[in-house]
């Protein structure tokens, strides 16, 4: 049984930092990718950014390039959201996603992905 645990969400003034933090169990758990997408009331879950957990390679929406990034933690079954320069346009629920086995999909397809997180709100305040 996978599971993905957020953490790092909250409240933040315009031009502010966070950073979100997604852990996967499953001792022999080793993803082919971890994303994270948002998702705003009355809205489809939207992609922010992704990870190959093979090589290392990110994948960003147009509208966080510069001001967010993906990494990951291989040891740990960790991967992080560094959030920069806060817009209130970036408030949203962040959900934490993970694509298993080894052969190509597409990160950014939420439909591809096989776990999911609970969510971490993520408010911010202009």
């Known amino acids: 049984q996978v599971q993905l645990v957020e953490s790092g969400g909250g409240l933040v003034q315009a031009g502010g930092s966070l950073r979100l933090s997604c852990a996967a169990s499953g001792r022999t758990f080793r993803p082919y990718y971890m994303g994270w997408f948002r998702q705003v009331a009355g809205k489809e879950r939207e992609f922010v950014a992704a990870?190959?957990?093979?090589?290392?390679?990110?994948y960003y929406t147009n509208s966080v390039k510069g001001r967010f990034t993906i990494s990951r933690d291989n040891d740990k079954n960790t991967v992080y959201l560094q959030m920069n320069s806060l817009k209130s346009e970036d408030t949203a629920v962040y959900y934490c996603?993970?694509?298993?086995?080894?052969?190509?999909?597409?990160?950014?397809?939420?439909?591809?992905?096989?776990?999911w997180g609970q969510g971490t709100q993520v408010t911010v305040s202009s």
């Open positions: 996603g993970a694509i298993s086995g080894s052969y190509y999909r597409d990160p950014g397809d939420a439909s591809e992905y096989d776990y």
């Open positions: 990870v190959r957990w093979s090589g290392g390679y990110t």
